[in-house]
């Protein structure tokens, strides 16, 4: 089993489409989700969103013996400063491909392309109580520089 990641091209696309609806379909029901989904998220339609990504970002995809199996958006989001930050704003892999070093491969890829791009760092989200997220970004270096709070005025 060879797993590695690469640029996606445009013939991933529906592929990757696929599983941003079910990554967000994935989260949208866990604590903060709700309004993570219609906050962070991307907006429909998703393959425009993502194409954006593709041509403007990086759009990556993991793949095991060639089978697209996860994926990752990166954006450039230029500081005050004029210096470049990395966000991550998507990254899944499918459940039956996690433990295998798919969502290892991504970040790799991510952290060379955001150090040729010359960001000065690499954000990302992590919901609240999703400690495998956390984990698995802390064990790349990535750690809680804020905390974002939310009171929901429907209840």
């Keep these: 089993m060879e797993v590695d990641a690469r640029r996606a091209v445009v013939a991933d696309l529906a592929e990757v489409t696929r599983m941003c609806s079910d990554a967000i379909e994935e989260l949208r029901p866990n604590r903060g989700g709700a309004v993570w989904s219609q906050r962070e998220a991307r907006s429909e339609p998703l393959d425009v969103s993502l194409r954006s990504t593709m041509d403007a970002g990086l759009l990556a995809v993991a793949c095991i013996d060639d089978t697209i199996v996860g994926y990752a958006g990166v954006d450039l989001v230029e500081l005050h400063d004029g210096s470049v930050l990395g966000q991550v704003t998507d990254i899944y892999v499918m459940p039956e491909a996690r433990g ?31 400690r495998e997220t956390k984990n698995f970004f802390e064990t790349f270096g990535l750690t809680a520089r804020a905390i974002r709070v939310h009171r929901s005025l429907r209840d």
């Design 100 to 130: 295998v070093s798919c969502g290892e491969a991504l970040i790799e890829l991510v952290e060379r392309w955001c150090v040729e791009q010359g960001c000065i760092g690499i954000d990302s989200i992590a919901l609240p109580g999703d």
